[in-house]
Nanobody, 119 residues
Framework: QVQLVESGGGLVQPGGSLRLSCAAF????????MAWVRQAPGKGLEWVAE???????YYADSVKGRFTISRDNVKNMLYLQMNTLKPDDTALYYC?????????????WGQGTQVTVSA
């Protein structure tokens, strides 16, 4: 059974850092594009970052230079290192599997982990 489980969210002050983790079950995430997507309160889904199976990375302009997506193939984990956090980064963060290596072709989602950036 395919399952994604996120962790690592929390409350952090502006300028702080967090690392989100996503454990994959039922498949090897090294064989898929994997992404982080977020949803701020009252807003729609926003794509944040993506990692291809060749480990090429892509980032939304709003997080470029501050966030880093990576994976550990041995542990079957996906990560999102978030630095210099801003209040606008407050959102529920989901990891997602891209089943077709194409934009927004996500076929598995985690339950989300909440990130709140506030003084």
């Amino acid at each position: 059974q395919v399952q994604l489980v996120e962790s690592g969210g929390g409350l952090v002050q502006p300028g702080g850092s967090l690392r989100l983790s996503c454990a994959a079950f039922g498949f090897a995430n090294s064989g898929f594009w994997m992404a982080w997507v977020r949803q701020a309160p009252g807003k729609g889904l926003e794509w944040v970052a993506e990692l291809t199976f060749g480990d090429t990375t892509y980032y939304a302009d709003s997080v470029k230079g501050r966030f880093t997506i990576s994976r550990d193939n041995v542990k079957n984990m996906l990560y999102l290192q978030m630095n210099t956090l801003k209040p606008d980064d407050t959102a529920l963060y989901y990891c997602a599997r891209n089943g077709h290596a194409a934009p927004w072709e996500y076929d598995a989602w985690g339950q989300g982990t909440q990130v709140t950036v506030s003084a």
